[in-house]
Antibody, heavy 120, light 108 residues
Framework: QVQLQESGPGLVKPSQTLSLTCTVSGGSISSGSYYWSWIRQPAGKGLEWIGRIYTSGSTNYNPSLKSRVTISVDTSKNQFSLKLSSVTAADTAVYYC????????????WGQGTMVTVSS | SSELTQDPAVSVALGQTVRITCQGD??????ASWYQQKPGQAPVLVIYGKNNRPSGIPDRFSGSSSGNTASLTITGAQAEDEADYYC???????????FGGGTKLTVL
């Protein structure tokens, strides 16, 4: 049973870089059939796809966030990470990591989410 | 447009059938997937592909697609189906994902 768990600071100052890690347990992140994605949700609002990575290191980013986003993978630790630079209050949200199964074209497993607040 | 459009809110009487729709140009080329989200919880995949349910999802949930519109149908809605529902698909480039704005389902 694959599980995902987000971790990282819950509070980030404006203009700084938000950094989160998603740890994959119960399976290998190197399995070739999945993308590993980040998705966020501001309080009371909808879901926003941030981007994804394949274990080869290939990435796709939301065009609206592309200039500020970096997603990386560490297969030795079975983790993938998100960095979002130059944050503002608009980046305050619950951040989810999720597994996207290629054959299903869907996010079949989600982490529980972690709340990140941008505030001084 | 690469947007996916959903009605903000829909209601259904207990035990009746409800359809939640998602419109977007990319849906002419790609299937939508559907997610149920209850307050304080992570989204859960309920429908993917042409009309596929993950293990554990009741068979009252079904999906369909026609033209630029994807639909999630709940046949015999239950009180526990009250939730927010989001569609997701690829954008027109095929390389990015996009969520609809979500539909709040109320079971009366």
């Amino acid at each position: 049973q694959v599980q995902l768990q987000e971790s990282g600071p819950g509070l980030v100052k404006p203009s700084q870089t938000l950094s989160l890690t998603c740890t994959v347990s119960g399976g290998s992140i190197s399995s070739g059939s999945y993308y590993w994605s980040w998705i966020r949700q501001p309080a009371g609002k909808g879901l926003e796809w941030i981007g994804r990575i394949y274990t080869s290191g290939s990435t796709n980013y939301n065009p609206s966030l592309k200039s500020r986003v970096t997603i990386s993978v560490d297969t030795s630790k079975n983790q993938f990470s998100l960095k979002l630079s130059s944050v503002t209050a608009a980046d305050t949200a619950v951040y989810y990591c999720a597994r996207e199964r290629m054959t299903n074209d869907a996010f079949d497993i989600w982490g529980q989410g972690t709340m990140v607040t941008v505030s001084s | 447009s690469s947007e996916l459009t959903q009605d903000p809110a829909v209601s259904v009487a207990l035990g009746q059938t409800v359809r939640i729709t998602c419109q977007g140009d990319s849906l002419r080329s790609y299937y939508a997937s559907w997610y149920q989200q209850k307050p304080g919880q992570a989204p859960v995949l309920v429908i993917y592909g042409k009309n596929n349910r993950p293990s554990g999802i009741p068979d009252r949930f079904s999906g369909s697609s026609s033209g630029n519109t994807a639909s999630l149908t709940i046949t015999g809605a239950q009180a526990e189906d009250e939730a927010d529902y989001y569609c997701n698909s690829r954008d027109s480039s095929g390389n990015h994902r996009k969520f609809g704005g979500g539909t709040k389902l109320t079971v009366l």
